[in-house]
Each structure stands twice: as C-alpha cells, then as structure tokens.
C-alpha cells in the first residue's frame, strides 16, 4: 500500500518563507548590521487583501528594539536580503507600513499546488498532527424516553463532523452515545406506557400527571398489547411496569438510532448508566475522591469539595435519602472512560448545561488528571423557521418537533450543514425552506454544485475529444486569471483550515470555508473558459478543476455531507 501523501501547501509556503527570512536575519548578523543576540520569532500571514502580497510577516516590529532600528528600517534591509537570495518560489518582498514585509510568490508556486493536491488525492487534507491521540467524543445522549428533537440534531451533526474531522487529522477518536437508563425518568415512560395500555383495553385509567403526553406512547403501548399480549393486563401493575419499563426503553432505542442512521451517525459504543450502577462504578468513583479527601458529610448528606478545584460552590453527591444525584453517575462514567485508555474527553451538551462545566472539571481534576483533559460544548438553541414564523410542534412528539420530523422536509445532507454553519455558542436560526430548495440561495446546494460542476467539465470534454491525459505534464504556472489565482490561494489553504477548525472544535470553520471555495470555483468557471483552443491552458485549466474536485470530495464528508457527481 502507498504511503499517505501528508499535503500542506500554505504551510510548505510558509516555511520556506520563514527560512528565507531567517536566512536574511543570519546574514545581516554576520555583517554587523545587527546585534547577534537579537532574536524574535519569525510569524507568518495570510493578508486578507492580495495587493499586499502572497503572505506577510511582522518579523521586523518584533526584532526592531533589540536590533537598534527603527521596525521600517529593519524591515528594508530583511527585504533587500531576502530579494537578493533569489528564491525560487519568492517572486519579490516589499515592505509596507510601519514594518510589515509583504511577499509575493512566484507564479511556480501556482504549479506547486496544484500537482501537490492532485497528488495527494484522497489524502488532501490528511495528517498525523493528531499524533494518535486517543478522544472520546460524547454526543447527543438523549434521554431514552422520547424521539430526537432538534437540538439533538444539531449536537449529532457537530458531534459527528468533529469525530470525522479529528480521525482525518491524526486522532484516533471514537464517537459515544451515553444512554440515562437509570433514572426516574425512564420510570414515568413506563406508568404513561402502562396507562395508555390499560386506556386500549377501554379502561378509564388515570394518565400519570408528569407523563409523556406524545402520541409515540401511544405507539409503544399497542405494540406491547400485540407483542407482549392483553395478559399484561393480568400482572401486578408494579411487575407490568417493570416489564413495560424494558420494553418501551429498548423501543425509545431502537427508534433514536434509527433516526440517527439516516441522519449518517453511528456511535462507535453506547454505554449504559444502570450498566455502570450495576458494576459499581459510581462507589468506585466516590471511594476514589474519599482517598483525596475530597467528600465530607453535612445535613446527612455526602458532598464533593469541588470548590478546591474552581467550581463555583461543593456538590452534593449523594442526598439525605441514600440516593445519589444525577451529579456522582457522571463523575463514575468519564472516570470509566478515562480508564478505557482515552486522554482527550469531549462533551458536547445542550444549552440547559450551563453549570456542568464547573462541576465536570473538578471531579475529572480530584481523580488526578490534569488541566486540558475534558473540553465541554455547549450548544445554543435552535429555532425552526417556515415561512418568517417559528415552528414548534410535531405530530408524533406533541412538544416539540423530533429529527423524523426535520428530515421529512429536509435532505439530511441539508439538515448537517445548517446546523454546523453556526458557531456552537450562537443562537441558530433554522430556515426550513431555505435548507429544502435546489438553488444557490441554499449554501449545502451550492457547495455540492462546485463539486457536480466540476465532474460535469470532465464529461462534457470527453465528449468532446479532449485528452485528459494532457492534464499530467500540465504547466500550471500559466493559471494567472485573477479568479485562477484566488481559487487556488483558497484551496491550498484547505489543510490549515482543517486543523484550526479541529482545534477551535469549531466544525462551523470547515462550512463556511466550503462556501468560501464553492464561491470561488463559481467566479472562476464564469470567468474563464476551461477548454479552449489553447491546449496547453486547457490542460492547465483542467488540472485545476481537478484539484478542486478533490478538495471538495475530501472535505465534505468530514461534515457528513456527500459530494454528488450529478445535480
């Protein structure tokens, strides 16, 4: 098997930048110019505007005190240096304001990427910076007591995308789903399943006050009259119940990661809260933080000391009653995924967890493990829009509108991109018909049209009688259109953006760069004629439509989002 082709253009332009620079600085050294303890760091950026140049460096403003000159000054002569190096990738550096040196490169370096991506192929984008760090990305971990609603939804496509995005990048991560079976509220599914059952045999039973009022109960009940059969009816309510109990939880199961299939996402495990209870985890864990001295006894209760590492205020963990709070099983449970050999924790939660963070980081740092281990997200609400007004209900659910219900309107390819195009501490407004139109006004269509565009620009110069083999020798340095140019600055860009986005844990990075590189495809096909009777442009050209087409079909099932060769 071929070795991975580990491709980062930006920063192999980077880095030979910085060696010329540093190159200059050594020279300017030797000749006195500046004194030989002078040292600063040697940064490297991207001008958002192209007229000042490739990439620039305010290496100068940092060097100019222990260097005695002025930062302008200094930055002529590291200009003048580098100029006279003659790099062959360095068409010329220019300095500009107060000290920044601007450099622009070669048009060399237009052929350098373009052959690096196609090289690299399924690979573009890939890297070990993950160096095999082992995460664990918890996600969505509903209650097991009702259908997925849409903050579910939104926390599947971030949760899911940044497994992809972390695996594609070096990581080994594993996507978890942490499934509450132990609490009271699986015991009230099973009295409204009772009830409901007990209502289809005609009875007038009372319906629990905090029951589940969706219909989906009424569901489950008359699959449990078919399947477990009316002798229900003649069982001691409580052992009904309990039977019932497990019923309705392996039904709400099987129905959530149906629902998650078809939204792409499978977790890698699902573990059980009662499963820990069982085992148990939860004294293990509580014995653990006994042996640091950190729980006390006080009104009859057992409490953590959290405040010795930040939190806000001392936790109960276990109440006057015996019972614990929801607060010790999760402690039990990441201790649980700590010891399954993971050093990275990511939650991503929903927006009624605002005080887990606190919390969280205190018991992960009483078992021992330091600063940096556990990354909480809190997602913001999401709000679905039809036609200007918010929609709030669904059918089958009855409070809230579930997943099922989303993707009933809305391609799932659609649904993933809207609710990572956010950044995960906004607030996101969810336009229905906007994310179910086959138009440029739907961002995810517009992306995927760069990709179809592109493999349609293949076919259409088959069909033609073009040699596509002509791509291979191409001299792509002849790509010097403005939009040419500009696309293949966005491209090359794709690997950085991919790590800063892993990062940030910001899968809303990898969105808005996709539209960033479809916008410039788009200006680049309607300004420039792909094949010509220029041959050698033309192979140039569909070199770089190539190119293209391998960035978008590599980074678009990062989101979960696939890449059609025909629209």
């Not at 082709?5 to 192999?12: A, E, M, Y």
């Not at 132990?182 to 409901?196: E, F, I």
């Not at 049209?449 to 110069?461: D, G, L, N, P, T």
Request: net charge negative; with cysteine.
């Amino acid at each position: 098997m071929p070795a991975m082709q580990h491709v980062n253009i930006s920063k192999d332009l980077k880095d030979d930048i910085v060696r010329a620079i540093e190159k200059a600085i050594a020279r300017l050294k030797s000749e006195g110019a500046i004194p030989s303890e002078a040292a600063a760091p040697v940064p490297i950026e991207i001008p958002k505007d192209p007229k000042f140049g490739d990439f620039a460096s305010p290496v100068a403003l940092a060097l100019a005190r222990e260097a005695r000159l002025k930062p302008r000054d200094l930055a002529v002569r590291i200009a003048e240096e580098v100029t006279l190096e003659k790099d062959p990738l360095i068409l010329k550096a220019e300095v500009a304001g107060p000290g920044f040196i601007n450099f622009y490169l070669a048009d060399r370096w237009l052929d350098y990427a373009v052959k690096a991506v196609r090289k690299a192929g399924a690979d573009y984008g890939r890297s070990a910076n993950g160096a095999g760090e082992r995460v664990n990305v918890e996600f969505v971990s509903a209650n097991p007591v009702g259908p997925l609603n849409i903050v579910n939804a939104r926390a599947a496509a971030v949760g899911d995308s940044l497994t992809r995005m972390m695996n594609f990048t070096g990581y080994r991560a594993e996507s978890e789903f942490y499934v509450n079976d132990a609490g009271n509220q699986v015991s009230v599914l099973a009295d409204s399943v009772y009830a409901r059952f007990r209502q289809s045999l005609g009875e007038d039973y009372p319906f629990p006050e905090e029951g589940y009022q969706g219909l989906y109960v009424k569901d489950i009940a008359e699959r449990a009259r078919e399947e477990l059969g009316e002798g229900l009816a003649e069982m001691p309510p409580e052992e009904a119940k309990s039977l019932l109990k497990k019923y309705s939880l392996k039904q709400m199961l099987d129905w959530q990661k149906k629902s998650l299939k078809a939204y792409d996402v499978e977790f890698g495990t699902w573990t059980s809260e009662k499963g820990l209870r069982d085992e148990g985890a939860v004294e293990a864990a509580l014995d653990r933080m006994r042996g640091n001295d950190d729980l006390y006894e006080e009104e009859g209760a057992v409490w953590f000391k959290s405040t010795k590492y930040g939190d806000d205020k001392d936790r109960v963990m276990i109440k006057g009653d015996g019972e614990y709070t929801y607060v010790a099983p999760d402690f039990a449970y990441h201790l649980d995924k700590l010891g399954r050999g993971f050093t990275k924790l990511i939650d991503v939660l929903g927006p009624d967890h605002h005080g887990y963070q606190g919390r969280m980081q205190a018991g992960i740092k009483s078992f021992g493990y330091p600063e940096g281990t556990l990354y909480v997200l809190i997602l913001q609400l999401v709000t679905l829009l039809r036609g200007g007004e918010a929609v709030k209900m669904s059918k089958r659910a009855g409070e809230f509108i579930t997943m099922d219900d989303l993707l009933e309107e809305v391609p799932k390819d659609a649904a993933r991109y809207f609710f990572i195009m956010r950044n995960t501490n906004s607030h996101l407004e969810f336009d229905m018909e906007v994310a179910a139109k086959s138009t440029p006004d739907n961002p995810v269509w517009y992306v995927q049209y760069a990709h179809a565009r592109c493999c349609s620009i293949f076919e259409k110069a088959q069909r033609e009688g073009t040699d596509l083999g002509l791509m291979e020798g191409a001299d792509c340095s002849l790509l010097t259109h403005p939009t040419e140019t500009a696309l293949i600055r966005r491209m090359s860009v794709f690997p950085d953006e991919l790590w800063a986005a892993v990062g940030e844990l910001q899968p809303s990075r990898m969105a808005r760069y996709a539209y960033e590189l479809a916008g410039e495809f788009h200006r680049f096909y309607t300004e420039c004629r792909v094949v010509s009777e220029d041959a050698a442009l033309s192979a140039a050209r569909l070199a770089l439509v190539d190119a293209v087409r391998i960035t978008i079909a590599n980074l678009l099932p990062l989101m979960g989002i696939s890449a059609p060769e025909r629209m």
